[in-house]
């Protein structure tokens, strides 16, 4: 391959006055750049070129011109210099001579020029050369792109192709004709693929089953890389868990070893130029490796000036059991209270015990749904039924009803009256716990038949009726501990508890949570330090 720089089209490189942003100046050499290549050696010298500070006042200057519907639209979320320069930190030294490096969806080059300028600097990396290949389909980016890259070829022996390809119709082709990136650095696009599109169609043709951009160009970019090859990626933490993402989950870890994990605690922090409330994770891969040990970091945001770094066995990243395959990112060393109780190990199926999403769909059943229980209806319940252990029902100022009329259209969407153990989806961000679970009783509906369950909860059952009473209360102080809501932080980025997690999750066999279910009802209160206490006393 021959890495002059050139572009597949090269007519877009031009500045045109169509250009949608706000532009700043950028010839690309109005910076002051140290010359860093010597001539005789072939290798950077004493004082090195260093672009990215560059690169990020132009994504700071263009970012905010960028239509904020253009910028979904593609995915446009560039990373600052400090999370960039931290990525390139990432990859291991290497003694190759050759080093091909993948820059797919690279914006305006903050990644490129952050791995460059590590290489400028001879930290760690021995190349005579570096061949960069860029794809970025944003034609303003892209100029931006190949101004930075050509800046580094004049003073370093670096070429590049920057393409302004689809990457995925690219790479889907490519991957049929050999492996060949040493190195790969990633911030692709986040935007959810729908299952009739194209992407998912060209996808599919490779072997690739995926539901958003970002985890397509994270397995395509591994499917082109050499054995041995290092990938860095910074991703939405989505992939960790649900059931949507473990074909991904499953390709990348059957094809790489897993070597570097790095949370942002703050889901506002990484990007927060652009206001992104995603939790984002980096990760590093190293294509065929035998899995070690995990490097585990973490920080509050880009600034990484609080970075905490562990190693962790990969059997807590995931279970060796785990048929999902959730990547768990645990934020100590310690093991967590739940990890260390050997009584806690079994899923829901193991119990025997169902969980469902709330099966009524409020808006498509909306003719049946009443303010207020009166002839002919059975109670709806919505998460704003539950406080605590406590069920108000009826209650005013629910938004859609309280009850739902019973007939042939509806009853197929209710669970017989009874005691079950309900869990809502979704928390706010500033609720202080993300698992919260109530009990439903009986006796709160005397005469009701039927329950419907309001799809923003989740439900526990037993083969769709109810569980006894001292089980349902067993679930729910179990759920509610401070060690399972610990834990569930630890594969699940967002706000959102969904009925996969949950039945995945482990629990203490069916006789313990019944033990936890009886105490509870013996008391009068039960505070989370009485909740934890217990429980921790009968799972050990
Ligand atoms: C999240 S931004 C990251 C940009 C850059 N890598 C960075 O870190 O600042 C993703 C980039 O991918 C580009 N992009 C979106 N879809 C693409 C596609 N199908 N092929 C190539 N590039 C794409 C967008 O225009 C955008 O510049």
Same mark, same amino acid.
């Given at each position: 391959m021959d890495f002059e720089k050139s572009s597949t089209s090269p007519s877009e490189q031009t500045v045109n006055s169509s250009r949608c942003v706000d532009q700043p100046e950028y010839d690309g050499r109005s910076h002051t750049i140290a010359l860093g290549f010597s001539e005789s050696s072939g290798k950077p010298a004493q004082m090195p070129i260093q672009l990215l500070d560059h690169a990020d006042s132009v994504r700071r200057a263009v970012a905010p011109g960028i239509a904020l519907k253009h910028k979904s639209a593609l995915g446009q979320f560039m990373t600052p210099a400090p999370v960039a320069r931290f990525m390139a930190s990432l990859f291991p030294p290497s003694s190759l001579q050759r080093c091909t490096l993948l820059d797919a969806g690279a914006g305006v080059g903050a990644l490129t020029c952050a791995f460059l300028d590590r290489w400028a600097i001879r930290d760690g990396f021995s190349f005579d050369r570096v061949g960069v290949e860029a794809y970025e389909i944003d034609p303003i980016l892209r100029g931006y792109l190949e101004d930075a890259l050509a800046s580094y070829a004049e003073r370093l022996p670096v070429g590049s192709q920057v393409f302004s390809e689809d990457f995925i119709e690219a790479a889907a082709l490519q991957s049929f004709a050999g492996l060949r990136y040493t190195h790969a650095i990633l911030n692709p696009p986040y935007k959810k693929i729908n299952s009739l599109s194209q992407h998912r169609l060209i996808l599919r043709q490779v072997g690739i089953e995926t539901v958003n951009l970002y985890s397509a160009f994270v397995a395509l970019a591994l499917s082109l890389m050499k054995p041995g090859g290092q990938l860095v990626a910074i991703i939405p933490? @989505?992939?960790?868990?649900?059931?949507?993402?473990r074909p991904f989950r499953e390709y990348v870890l059957h094809r790489a070893a897993l070597r570097h994990l790095h949370l942002f605690d703050s889901r506002t922090k990484a990007f927060k130029d652009d206001d992104v409330l995603q939790e984002n994770v980096i990760m590093r891969l190293e294509c065929g490796g035998v899995q070690g040990t995990v490097t585990v970091s973490n920080s509050t945001?880009?600034?990484? @000036?609080d970075l905490v770094t562990h190693e962790q066995p990969f059997d807590r990243i995931v279970f060796p059991d785990d048929s999902e395959k959730f990547i768990h990112v645990p934020t100590s060393l310690g093991r967590n209270a739940l990890e260390l109780c050997e009584g806690v190990r079994f899923t829901l199926p193991d119990l025997a015990l169902g969980i469902s999403t709330?099966?009524?769909?409020d808006f498509r059943l909306r003719e049946h749904i009443q303010e207020q229980p009166g002839k002919g209806t059975v109670p709806l319940l919505y998460p704003g039924h539950f406080s605590g252990y406590t069920t108000q029902w009826p209650k005013d100022g629910i938004k859609r009803g309280n009850a739902i009329n019973l007939n042939s259209d509806t009853r197929k969407w209710l669970y017989p009256n009874g005691f079950y153990t309900v869990v809502r989806r979704f928390s706010s961000k500033e609720e202080t716990r993300r698992v919260v679970a109530s009990v439903v009783r009986p006796d709160t509906f005397p005469g009701a038949p039927m329950l419907g369950f309001e799809n923003h909860l989740n439900v526990f059952h037993e083969d769709k009726h109810g569980l006894s009473e001292a089980l349902a209360y067993g679930l729910a102080v179990f759920l509610n501990t401070a060690a399972v809501d610990d834990n569930f932080r630890r594969f699940n980025g967002h706000t959102q508890v969904n009925a996969t997690d949950l039945r995945f999750m482990k629990y203490p066999d069916r006789e313990t949570l019944i033990a936890l279910g009886a105490w509870a009802r013996s008391q009068a209160t039960l505070t989370q330090a009485m909740t934890d206490y217990q429980t921790k006393k009968l799972t050990k």
């Open positions: 933490r @989505s992939f960790c868990n649900g059931p949507y993402y945001d880009d600034s990484l @000036s709330g099966p009524v769909v």
